[in-house]
């Protein structure tokens, strides 16, 4: 047991510090900056769209899942289907809070050529759906509501809610599992298993795509284990495209995609992270020194006493704060709200995995005619309607948001 935990433990030593800094600036993002400035600028169907809207997504702390209704909420209110898919491709990727992460984990050099990659995977992306696609109407529907001012103390307070709140319930459970996962590769795998990789990069880096793409993998929770593959033989490359594949592709993604935009545009879309992932594996590999991407050693060897004892102390009471928080917020993110009403107004709800998708059905919700208050539960993936509404407009609404209504 012990030889199980103390990696664990030295892995969690390692992030901590570089997590908790990534929640807050993701908190400091989501309160001070608008949400319309994001798709005020991306309703054209060119370049310049694509690369504002690259350069939007790849700060943005929002995972595979949660990127899905922000991209569609975006396509609603006008924005392109090039500058759309751009969003895509670059938000989940990266990130504030899994750039840091990874300069932690993986070093420095790791830490700027993944969101180089991403940005410049989006620029392709995007602009391969810009030469092919004529649709260039925005979803129906309206647009969002204006965000009201509010004083700089109640954005400071909304900014540490989100941080420490929302984006903890979203990304948490991820993050705890690539954790613990990269602990078990660190004990299980055989130190050379991954070494036909360092011969064979393209292999290698195939049969990383191909259990990376169906997967669902925070940008955050995959760089523990990219660092544990690469330490049991793993190439950089073929770990870049772990870090590149994962994130950005899951089959609920996949599907909500090929729902939202349309079957050609998802297929340009896994082709241009494919290639994307590819190509930049294949630079990493051939063209760079190796010594700039080996992960550091306090990632996995933390279980040392010598080590654990030379830890600092401030890397220890981040681990710990960063627990008593990720805990708070799973527990909140996972009890379920008691809503004592009439059952014909609960609609229930498929698809909806994390906060940003609560909101986003909340807000469309919120649109239809005649609905005076709408109460989403995450957790029984429920909403909860009042007002003089039809039900139909209601159903339609849901299913245009790409979820999939129940009952």
Sequence with gaps: MQEYLMPFVGLLNEMSPYLLLGFLIAGLLHAFVPGRFYTRYLSRNDFRSVVLAALFGVPLPLCSCGVIPTATAMRREGASKAATVSFLIATPQTGVDSILATAGLLGLPFAVIRPVAAFVTALFGGALVGAVSRDEAPLSGAASREEPRRPFLERCRSAVQYGFGEMMQDIGRWLVVGLLLAGAITILVPDDLFAVSSQHPLLGMLIVLLLSIPMYLCATGSVPIAAALMLKGLSPGAALVLLMA??????????????????????????????????????????????????????????????????????????????????????????????????????????????????????????????????????????????????????????????????
Aim: aromatic share 8%; hydrophobic share 50%.
């Design 246 to 407: 994962g994130p950005a592709t899951n089959m609920a993604a996949i599907l909500v995609v090929g729902k939202v935009l349309g079957r050609r545009t998802l297929l340009l879309y896994l082709a241009a992270i494919i290639a994307g992932a590819f190509g930049f594996g294949l630079a990493v590999d051939t063209l760079l020194p190796a010594e700039w991407f080996r992960p550091l050693p306090m990632s996995v060897l933390g279980g040392h006493c010598a080590m654990a004892a030379a830890t600092p102390w401030w890397k220890i009471a981040s681990s710990v704060i960063f627990v008593v928080l990720l805990a708070a917020a799973l527990f909140k993110r996972y009890r379920k709200t008691k809503i004592q009403t009439d059952m014909k107004n609960v609609f229930k709800i498929k698809g909806m995995m994390c906060n940003h998708c609560k909101a986003n059905v909340e807000r469309a919700l919120s649109q239809v005619e005649g609905v005076s208050s709408v109460e989403v539960d995450l957790a029984a993936g429920t909403a909860h309607v009042e007002g003089v509404f039809d039900p139909q407009k209601i159903i339609a609404t849901i299913r245009q948001l790409g979820y999939e209504y129940v009952g």
